[in-house]
């Protein structure tokens, strides 16, 4: 089992979800939270959020995954006319270099099919700079958080329509997921159960919400922060005239959001042969802004509501935290597997994956450790080995000597010596015949055919010679027999007398004449 962490690297608050692999699944053990400070540099702000969650006890996984912050990802629609993998990988790198704005040896990227048919596939391709991606990979390796994989905001979303239910749209409709950060918005959309067919990173969300609200009211942004926390409202959840006035505000910061929104539902609408979007589902933090959700679907006539995270997440996450939705969607890229799972990930080139080596010289010293007492253990092996060796071979020599003692009439050890004395023909065992009659008759025997219907009579055995009487079916059968009495060794030759037919007319009869001499024979065998 496996632990992977799903880290958020939001610009208000960092979230992480562990998940466990089991071999039926993913099971979410872990959900933890930090706020990220709000003054300074991004990175700075990164660096000095990250050790809290790490005090909570987020670092003690297997893998981690992430996607990359902020609005500096691109995304780019790239239609080619073919949907073989090599194919597009050696001319991807041309179409992307085609739309960037500067050097393509300044960026990276990595693509995810869309969708493919017989006249060839539509890609949504990511692209960064490396030296947006850089700095972020350096300050997770700091605090032993470097990622495995690092993927696209929006394209993420697709390992959460896998696990949507095929009801929340009418059939063959499509669900965009809007993720409601900070200070970006992701844009997903694609089927339940299949592929992100469009997705799309842009600026805006609560921060643009805060400093609206901020210059309305002429207070300070901590304090708009928390009244639009507390109070916030907008569409038909506004209550009182103060309450009126924020919620205009708040709707004068969501206009760049809404043209976005409907540009790329547009562009959307025109890629997919006009395919129905089913329903707006909302999450990120930004979503908990009371009466937003009917709000946008006035505003984009489309069916809107709150994303609900899969039920088995409530005991761990909680019930209506929709800023989770992104952590727990990063943990369950990181177990994905098979074809269906995306690829979309920019570690790639001079930016993959090195952890393992890292890994591997951090428990070096568990690992020298370990070799000492295997070494240790195979001496110890060796020296039980040799010594059960050695008490079996002084069994084997008491039994060579008491043979030997009572045949040759003098103990011998030495097997070779042993062997070469018995041979001998001045030693006892040389009165021994090397075969006899019963040995005779069953080597005969075992050489007939099993499928042969052969009768012996007549039959005279002296260790030189066998005399016999065969009935067979045809001269064929009798050609057969012949052929496999040669087979044995010891049967030198094998002369047949004249060939007769028996009495019915049936069968044929003839008299084998076997000469008996082995190849090792050093001498006529006694009668």
Known sequence: MAR???????????????????????TVKNYFTTPVPPDGEKLDRLKAALPRLLEQGAGLVDSVVVSLPGTTLATHPISLPFSDAKKIESTLAFEVESQLPYDLDDAVFD????????????????????????????????VKLDPRIVTHAGLVYQNLLAVLPPTVVEAEAAVAVLDLGHERCNLAIGKPGGAVEFARTFAGGGWSLTKALSNEFKVSLADAQAWKEEHGAVGAE?????????????????????????????????????????????????????????????????????LELPAETREVVGIGRPEAAQAYALALRGTATGTKAPRFNLRRGEFAFKSDFDFASDKLGQLAAFAVVLFVLLIASGIVRNSVLERREKQIDAVLCDVTQRILGKCEKDFTIALSLLKGQESPAAGIPQRSAATLLAELTSRVPPDMHVTFDQVTIDLDRISLRSETENSKALEELIAALKTYKCFKEVNEGRVEKSKDGTKVQTRLDIQVECPNDTEAPQG
């Open 238 to 306: 506004v209550v009182g005239a103060e309450a009126e006035r924020a919620a205009g505000a708040f709707m004068r910061a969501l206009q760049p959001v809404l043209r976005d929104l409907r540009s790329t539902l547009k562009s959307y609408d025109s890629r997919s042969n006009h395919r129905q979007i089913g329903a707006l589902l909302l999450c990120g933090g930004t979503a908990k802004l009371r009466g937003l959700a009917e709000q946008l679907g006035r505003d984009l006539n489309l069916p809107t509501r709150m």
């Open 4 to 26: 992977v962490l799903g880290l958020d690297l939001g610009s208000y608050t960092l979230k992480a979800v562990v998940v466990e692999t089991t071999y039926r699944g993913a």
């Open 111 to 142: 693509h995810q099919i869309a969708s493919s048919d017989d006249k060839g596939a539509q890609l949504l391709v990511g692209v960064a700079r490396k030296t947006e991606l850089k700095p972020m990979l350096e300050a997770l390796r700091e």
